[in-house]
């Protein structure tokens, strides 16, 4: 399979596969940063947008939302859900906006798709040049440093009959700038049992290393992976939230 296949051939399984996200907590999180640390704009772009979910619930907080995604399929089904949204298709990495947003979201830990430090960086500068003045931009991501290749994500639910099961998992061989995301889909039913299985190239890096990409272009702060709440990072996670305001 190609890097985009099983997400476009299961793109009407993402739902299932991302059920247990909580999209309202980590939507309803980003818009109290924004309010915190923006400049009170209200318009967002979503990259890496998949579905749409998170722009459906900061619509619902009264933002202007767009979103990007490199997956037509995923965008159909986002317009599918959020019909007042503007949707494009394109890549994180190198886009441009004709009027700037004022928040600039990529949850999921989907940073991490930018596949290497050349990319991240032109994605940073592209975020960057499509903010407003004190605009930010909230993303989550993963220290390289902090992943054990034995933990995995696993859960399950009925739909239409079949019985699905979802796994993913971080992979870090401990050197270099690459780690993969692994992930899982089996589909059980009367008929049939089918699986997929698909590996994702992704950046790999620590937090220091990532704060010095972005410290030349925003004010960086980081809190740890609380949606519910607003803590800063504890310097010992593997898993935060950066909040990054426009100089």
Known sequence: MSDNALYTDLSGYYDLMCADINYQDQSHSAHRLHQIFGNTGNRHL????????????????????????????MLDLALQRCPEARFELGNMCDFTVDTPYDLITCFLYSIHYSGDFHHLTHCIESVHKALSLGGVFCFNAVDKDHIDNALSAKHSLMHENSQFSFGSSWYYGGDGEKQTLKLSIEKTNAEQTQRWADEHPMVAFNFSELQRLLSPYFDVHVFEHEHSKIVTWNQVSGNAIFVCVKK
């Open 46 to 73: 979503d990259l890496a947008c998949g579905t749409g979910p998170h722009i459906y619930h900061l619509q619902q907080a009264g933002y202007a939302c767009s979103g990007l995604d490199i997956n037509q399929p």
